[in-house]
């Protein structure tokens, strides 16, 4: 493969670093005008305002295969171009499952913020939470935390409580090891998943640790885990709530009490209740706040699989992804037609 790469001033890696491995450097916005037979491979979320007919195949996150918000408009884009998507977050080796994820560093960085906002809130009474900036290195992020949670925790006189929902999974255990980093103990970290939930929710204990981390992929319809009406409990320990997962727009967000994504230039969104008020951080880009050693990460999953695209017709994952995006379209024009 012939690979090109659109200039960027945004993001970690410089474009030198990449015309030192040998790839051509192109202005940014010309995967427009690639050639026909070019493989478009971007992260996520294609420019705004734009239904133009999409005719490469893209390989990237495109959060429209779960009947997100809008999911219709992009698969559209891609019908009425003949184009093809081939969804990062459905590439899947042959027993089922994900041959890369951002996830790990994902939970890594809500956690980091959930807790850093905790101590900010007792820190900073009042005062809103600064915007997020991204962090060269998670041994620097670590360390901010650390410094103010040590601060907070010789004011108040104990450490926070964290529960994390999906502890087992990618994203979940890269929240408790954020935690554990912090010098959070193991018995403050309580960690449920699919046995925990199988009873269904709403679920009380959530109310009884100070910060919670929904870190679950969201496959099927599940009863809520929270509730606004829950969070009226008095005596709730529940301060701060963070939503890796982000489901907002799918129609069986198991974290109704919220309705929009934050983001890092205003990172926390406030729930009123009849008793304190929870702040939420539903940022849903988290791996941005390490973008080089989420990226890295990524890359060194997704690189075997990125070898095989030469046979995408025959390789099980990309085959596989090719007959799902054609599952979808196919789900799309049926509901087109009620």
């Known amino acids: 493969f012939v690979i090109t790469v659109e200039e960027s001033k945004e993001r970690i890696f410089k ?12 202005p940014h916005g010309s995967w427009r005008t690639a050639p026909a037979s070019a493989l478009i491979i971007g992260l996520k979320e294609l420019p705004e305002n ?19 918000g809008g999911w219709m408009d992009v698969l559209g884009r891609f019908k009425a171009g003949n184009g093809t998507l081939l969804d990062l977050e459905f590439l899947a080796n042959k027993e089922g499952r994900r041959v890369a994820a951002f996830g790990y560093y994902a939970g890594f960085a809500g956690a980091a913020l ?31 935390v650390s410094e103010r949670l040590k601060k907070a925790i010789s004011i108040v006189g104990k450490k926070p409580s964290v529960m994390v929902m999906g502890a087992l999974g990618r994203c979940g255990t890269g929240a408790s090891d954020f935690a554990t980093r912090v010098e959070i103990p193991n018995d403050l970290i309580v960690k449920w998943d699919m046995a925990e939930t199988a009873k ?18 969201l496959s099927l319809p599940i009863p809520p885990f929270i509730t606004k009406e829950l969070l009226d409990t008095p005596g709730r320990k529940l301060k701060v709530v963070v939503d890796v997962s982000c489901d907002t727009s ?66 099980p994952v990309w085959a596989n992804a090719e007959a799902l995006f054609i599952k979808k379209v196919s789900e799309m024009d049926e509901e087109l037609k009620k």
């Open 15 to 26: 474009d030198q670093e990449y015309v030192d491995v040998g790839c051509t450097l192109v």
């Open 250 to 315: 799918n129609p069986h967000n198991p974290i109704p009490i919220y309705h929009d994504t934050t983001t890092f230039d205003k990172p926390v969104l406030t729930v009123k209740t009849n008793t304190t008020p929870v702040d939420v951080i539903a940022i849903d880009h988290l791996p941005s706040l390490l973008p080089r050693e989420a990226s890295e990460f990524f890359g060194a999953d997704l690189l075997a699989s990125l070898l095989t695209l030469h046979e995408r017709k025959t390789a």
């Open 50 to 68: 734009d239904l133009s007919p999409l005719t490469h195949t893209h390989i990237m996150f495109a959060h429209c295969f779960k009947r997100q």
């Open 114 to 144: 959930g807790i850093d906002l905790w101590a900010h809130n007792i820190l900073n009474p009042g005062k809103d939470y600064p915007a997020a900036k991204p962090f060269d290195n998670e041994n620097d992020l670590i360390k901010h």
């Open 200 to 217: 269904g929710g709403p679920f009380l204990e959530i109310l009884e640790s100070e910060i919670f981390v929904n870190s679950i992929y």
